[in-house]
């Protein structure tokens, strides 16, 4: 059964703190990862990485995938109060229906001014 | 603001009644797909609409079922509700362009609580 795991699954912090997140993953045939924020209700999309250690990076955020070892981690660095939020980390497999990721639990972080 | 709309933003029934969440898009998406959060856990995959066919399907049961109009437009329906399926429901479609990747933009959200 494909799964995604997240760790740890909630996490507190001060501003100024950097943060790593973790996600592993089982797929068959995996096709991309995906992490997307998660504050209010919309999850709102941050990276997609499909390639093996090939950093993506959107300013204090950035991410990297292990497809041998089957995870990939966000790092946050110089966190703020706004990136209190829950950190979504999903998967999608080829063959599937396009549209169809499977997510993890989440990670909630609370940054603490 | 990702232009995808949904509605009602909350609301309550009770046990054994059916339900109608809607979503729409600014641009006319062709692809919707709707998932279910239940508290504390992340998105599940209920189903996929493409042209207005069902496109692949998640582990619900036929109680839970949709309708994708000429539009692009979409309904999820839910019938006999069971108290399990309070939730946020989500709709999903994808960024312009991007239909062969797993960019996802989601809806707000429609929050059922069923009593």
């Known amino acids: 059964e494909d799964k995604v795991v997240q760790s740890p699954l909630s996490l507190v912090v001060h501003e100024g703190d950097t943060v790593t997140l973790n996600c592993s993953y089982e797929v068959t045939n995996f096709r991309s990862l995906l992490w997307y924020k998660q504050e209010k209700k919309a999850p709102t999309f941050l990276f997609m990485l499909?390639?093996?250690?090939i950093e993506k990076k959107s300013g204090r955020l950035s991410s990297i995938l292990d497809k041998k070892e089957l995870f990939s981690i966000l790092n946050i660095t110089a966190t703020q109060t706004g990136d209190s939020a829950i950190y979504l980390c999903a998967v999608e497999a080829r063959g599937g229906s396009q549209g169809n990721l499977i997510f993890g639990k989440g990670t909630k972080l609370s940054v603490k001014p | 603001e990702t232009g995808v709309t949904q509605s009602p933003t909350h609301l309550i029934k009770t046990r054994g009644q059916q339900v109608t969440l809607r979503c729409s898009s600014q641009?006319?998406?062709?692809?919707v797909s709707w998932y279910q959060q239940a508290l504390g856990q992340g998105p599940q995959f209920i189903f996929q609409y493409y042209r207005e066919e069902e496109n692949g399907r998640g582990n619900f049961p036929p109680r839970f079922s949709g309708l994708q109009f000429p539009n692009y437009s979409s309904e999820l329906n839910v019938n006999a509700l069971e108290l399990d399926d309070s939730a946020l429901y989500l709709c999903a479609i994808f960024s312009d362009g991007k239909r062969n990747t797993g960019e996802l933009f989601f809806g707000e959200g429609s929050r059922l609580t069923v009593l």
């Open positions: 499909t390639s093996s250690g």
């Open positions: 641009s006319g998406h062709n692809t």
